[in-house]
Nanobody, 113 residues
């Protein structure tokens, strides 16, 4: 049974940073493509970044420069480092496994002064 569990969300002031983590069980993160998405209230779920089994990373244009996706093979996890956070980054952040179409439960990020 493949499961994805996100953590690391919380409340932060504008300009702050957070590091999200998605721990995967049931499959090695080195053998699959993983993605981070986010969904703000009343809006569609948007793709943030992708990391492939070959370590190729891609980002949605609007997310480039502030967000970094990476794998932590020791934890069997995929992380999302977020810097320079803005109020419009407030959303629920989800981890997704391509191929098996598996989603995590999401973690809330709130950016507010």
């Amino acid at each position: 049974q493949v499961q994805l569990v996100e953590s690391g969300g919380g409340s932060v002031q504008p300009g702050g940073s957070l590091r999200l983590s998605c721990v995967v069980s049931g499959r090695s993160v080195t053998a699959t493509t993983l993605r981070w998405y986010r969904q703000a209230p009343g809006k569609q779920r948007d793709l943030i970044a992708t990391i492939t089994a070959n370590d190729v990373t891609t980002y949605t244009d609007s997310m480039k420069g502030r967000f970094t996706i990476s794998r932590d093979n020791a934890k069997n996890a995929v992380d999302l480092q977020m810097n320079g956070l803005k109020p419009e980054d407030t959303a629920i952040y989800y981890c997704y496994m391509y191929g098996l179409d598996k989603w995590g439960q999401g973690t809330q990020v709130t950016v507010s002064s």
